[in-house]
């Protein structure tokens, strides 16, 4: 019977070089994130080992040249924000790199044309709490700091700093105008708590130019691959 192989197979810049076929028992995404990024151009390979690299946070293979023929096992060591970015490049076919969850939340915004329902719109209570729970520490920290700031700032009034537990109630309580802050927080991955409303037009002034610079980069990467042969 055959069985799910120790080690992945070569890479191959021809795209030629497949793992064997998965022992059904050991699960259809045994080797996946291997195979797409054989399959993928050699920019998004690129992008793909570049993240991995520069990635802001800790991890195993931070500041570290992962051999290709390990992509799999970086893959499956790497942090939820990070896999994510990670599922976005190669889903997406992106030639660039990212360093940040906030990064990809914001390209993606960006690249939809959501940018501006973002900046406007409060999300229900129940998707609220699923996104600040499914969101890394620093950005909850954010939510949880605005929380008290907004009220101590731009409202004139102290609250008992907000924890975790507590986030669904303070989000109900909040103005309509507070939710659509913390809302917006969530979906740029934001990490600086906002503390009244000329803060957040800074902010949101902030995230159009790191996206505007963004895509520039994009456009100079897309040249740079093009002279290089890499397409």
Same mark, same amino acid.
């Given at each position: ?84 970015? @990670? ?35 409060? @999300? ?108």
């Amino acid at each position: 019977m055959p069985q799910v192989p120790s080690q992945p197979p070569p890479y191959s810049i021809e795209c030629s070089s497949f793992p064997p076929p998965i022992q059904a028992s050991a699960g259809s995404d045994a080797w996946a994130f291997q195979r797409a990024f054989e399959s993928a151009r050699e920019p998004v390979r690129w992008a793909i080992l570049t993240t991995m690299r520069c990635w802001e946070n800790e991890w195993t293979f931070k500041d570290v040249e992962v051999p290709r023929e390990r992509i799999q096992d970086a893959y499956d060591e790497s942090p939820p924000d990070l896999k994510a970015t @990670l599922d976005h490049i190669m889903k997406h076919r992106l030639p660039f790199y990212f360093l940040s969850e906030g990064d990809r939340r914001c390209h993606d915004l960006y690249r939809t044309g959501r940018m501006e329902e973002a900046e406007t719109t409060a @999300l229900s209570t129940e998707n609220f709490v699923r996104e600040f729970n499914s969101a890394v520490e620093v950005v909850r920290a954010a939510v949880l700091k605005t929380f008290d700031d907004w009220a101590f700032y731009e409202e004139h009034r102290e609250i008992s700093p907000v924890p975790e537990a507590n986030v669904a109630q303070a989000y109900i309580a909040a103005c309509d105008e507070l939710r659509i802050v913390v809302s917006w927080i969530l979906a740029t991955g934001w990490i600086v708590p906002v503390f009244n409303r000329k803060a957040f037009e800074h902010y949101q002034s902030c995230v159009h130019r790191i996206c505007q610079n963004h895509v520039t980069a994009h456009i100079e990467i897309h040249a740079m691959n093009r002279l290089e042969g890499m397409y």
